[in-house]
């Protein structure tokens, strides 16, 4: 099993930024990749970003050029710096992780943009 516990959301204006973290802990060996998801009131659950172990990041076009993705190995921990923000990035986001063909989920994360 992996618990993953997302944190670093908030309430920011538009044009501000948030920095979100995600830590795994539990059987952590053998994670693959991990990547942020989010799910707007009304609205399916979205990619956001993803990085595979060694691999290059993988953005939606909506959050190209203002998000990045990065992995700290040693502390198992998947972040996501968000610049720019947009009253429409506005969600919850989630963190997976991908363990021996297993998909794991956090709990999510609150991001509201608003003046």
């Known amino acids: 099993q992996v618990q993953l516990v997302e944190s670093g959301g908030g309430l920011v204006q538009p044009g501000g930024s948030l920095r979100l973290s995600c830590a795994a802990s539990g059987s952590i060996f053998g994670i693959g990749a991990m990547g942020w998801y989010r799910q707007a009131p009304g609205k399916q659950r979205e990619l956001v970003a993803t990085?595979?172990?060694?691999?290059?990041?993988n953005y939606a076009d909506s959050v190209k050029g203002r998000f990045t993705i990065s992995r700290e190995n040693a502390a198992n921990t998947v972040y996501l710096q968000m610049n720019s923000l947009k009253p429409e990035d506005t969600a919850v986001y989630y963190c997976?992780?991908?363990?021996?063909?297993?998909?794991?989920w956090g709990q999510g994360t609150q991001v509201t943009v608003s003046s």
């Open positions: 997976n992780a991908i363990r021996e063909s297993r998909l794991y």
């Open positions: 990085l595979a172990t060694g691999g290059s990041p």
